[in-house]
């Protein structure tokens, strides 16, 4: 079975600019957050996404936003690129339920991102 | 608030020698869960365990294990016998109930050097 897939794998956008990563989760999962990885340090969570809406949000600034679609996939958009938005954006899925027991979170190969 | 902390920044040993990756945890909820994942270079998280914290059985998974103590707020991973193919950035996370949000410790980088 396919695991989660993002893309693009590598992005390099200049200060000011627009950009729009993608995941497609595990098949069954209907949960995807997103994560923030800056070099040498751990992820931080950004935005969890459950049947297209948001269910929770980190502490990043409104320049960051996201989506999720009916086929349970999910777009992360930054506008006006920072020369700090250079990370490794991580993707997850699970099957986790609003007020079930948790589920364990499964990550995607993530996007590198590059702000010049 | 919840934090994790990994205070060892980076470990290098030879292969064979067994290594032990602390994790101590802070949360003042009564329900939560502990995770490590492993970051190989291509960036991608692999889940090794979950545990929740009413389980505090160690648990063995070949040459891993792992030791839960709630007295110590600790969650550590013993790799025995390491091999090279076990260098790799270990994280450990936190995750309280009803949260889909993981709060991650700042890493060990694992070398395991022939």
């Known amino acids: 079975d396919a695991g989660v897939t993002q893309s693009p794998t590598h992005l390099i956008k200049t200060r000011g600019q627009q950009v729009t990563l993608r995941c497609s989760p595990i098949?069954?999962?209907?949960?995807v957050s997103w994560y923030q990885q800056v070099l040498g340090q751990g992820p931080q969570f950004i935005f969890q996404?459950?049947?297209?809406?948001?269910?929770g949000r980190g502490n990043f600034p409104d320049r960051f936003s996201a989506r999720q679609f009916p086929n349970y996939s999910s777009e992360l958009n930054v506008n006006a690129l920072l020369l700090g938005d250079s990370a490794l954006y991580l993707c997850?899925?699970?099957?986790?339920?609003?007020?079930?027991?948790?589920?364990?979170?499964?990550f995607g190969p993530g996007t590198r991102l590059l702000v010049l | 608030a919840q934090k994790v902390t990994q205070a060892q920044t980076e470990i290098s040993v030879v292969e064979k020698e067994d290594v032990t990756l602390d994790c101590v945890y802070e949360?003042?909820?009564?329900?939560?869960?502990l995770f490590w994942y492993k970051q190989p270079p291509s960036g991608e998280l692999v889940f090794l365990i979950r545990?929740?914290?009413?389980?505090?059985q160690n648990e063995i998974s070949g040459r891993y294990s792992w030791n839960f103590q709630k007295s110590t707020s600790s969650f550590n991973f013993t790799i025995t016998a390491s091999q090279v193919v076990d260098s790799a950035v270990y994280f450990c996370?936190?995750?309280?109930?009803?949260?889909?949000?993981?709060?991650f410790g700042q890493g060990t980088r694992l070398t395991i050097n022939p």
């Open positions: 997850a899925s699970s099957a986790q339920v609003p007020g079930t027991p948790q589920e364990t979170q499964y």
């Open positions: 098949s069954g999962h209907k949960s």
């Open positions: 996404y459950y049947e297209k809406e948001e269910r």
């Open positions: 949360t003042r909820d009564t329900t939560y869960y």
């Open positions: 545990r929740n914290s009413f389980d505090e």
């Open positions: 996370a936190l995750e309280l109930q009803g949260a889909q949000k993981l709060v």
